[in-house]
T-cell receptor
Framework: EAGVTQFPSHSVIEKGQTVTLRCDPISGHDNLYWYRRVMGKEIKFLLHFVKESKQDESGMPNNRFLAERTGGTYSTLKVQPAELEDSGVYFC??????????????FGPGTRLTVL | DAKTTQPPSMDCAEGRAANLPCNHSTISGNEYVYWYRQIHSQGPQYIIHGLKNNETNEMASLIITEDRKSSTLILPHATLRDTAVYYCIVRERSNDYKLSFGAGTTVTVRA
């Protein structure tokens, strides 16, 4: 079973530019999450999709961030325009839905974003 | 916000057991204790979870005190590959979302 994949692994952009991060969850996982760790800080939740619907986007820092999950498969996270404080590692995770006792979240390797 | 307290760091000798403590004195009856770890340059990885009984899997054991206010993750035979940041997380099982990571414990396994 393939794990959660993220693309790109690294991205270096200049302030004011746009960047789009992609996440492919484990096949069949309805739940998809985005987290990030900015420099020196703890890993923070950004938002949660159930299939194509946003279940919780309380962690999204501001309206420069837009997440989508069209068709309930892969997800994208767009940052427009990027600011210096957006630099960090963005993690995607997925989990099954339902009453399984093993509904842990499986994380991807992350995308390291550097805004210059 | 994290509801747990962990020591910032600890060292462990390779081949020995590593005992990682976690305090969660405000845990409520429907909240589970989860442990994740993050090995450098990788995403967080699930280790184990429990409610009130001790749990064991192929990776670790979880010992939860009777009052549930603290727990200990045990790595029975630590290897160099177990060097990572370990996170103790309290969450409701019914809410299948939002892991709240704290600062965790940086565990260094030394040869």
């Amino acid at each position: 079973e393939a794990g959660v994949t993220q693309f790109p692994s690294h991205s270096v952009i200049e302030k004011g530019q746009t960047v789009t991060l992609r996440c492919d969850p484990i096949s069949g996982h309805d739940n998809l999450y985005w987290y990030r760790r900015v420099m020196g800080k703890e890993i923070k939740f950004l938002l949660h999709f159930v299939k194509e619907s946003k279940q919780d986007e309380s962690g999204m820092p501001n309206n420069r961030f837009l997440a989508e999950r069209t068709g309930g498969t892969y997800s994208t996270l767009k940052v427009q325009p990027a600011e210096l404080e957006d630099s960090g590692v963005y993690f995607c995770a997925s989990s099954r839905r339902g009453t399984s006792p093993y509904n842990e979240q499986f994380f991807g390797p992350g995308t390291r974003l550097t805004v210059l | 916000d994290a509801k747990t307290t962990q020591p910032p760091s600890m060292d462990c000798a390779e081949g020995r057991a590593a005992n990682l403590p976690c305090n969660h004195s405000t845990i409520s009856g429907n909240e589970y204790v989860y442990w994740y770890r993050q090995i450098h340059s990788q995403g967080p990885q699930y280790i184990i979870h429990g409610l009130k009984n001790n749990e064991t899997n192929e990776m670790a054991s979880l010992i939860i005190t009777e009052d549930r206010k603290s727990s200990t993750l045990i790595l029975p035979h630590a290897t160099l590959r177990d060097t990572a940041v370990y996170y103790c997380i309290v969450r409701e099982r019914s809410n299948d979302y939002k892991l709240s990571f704290g600062a965790g414990t940086t565990v260094t396994v030394r040869a």
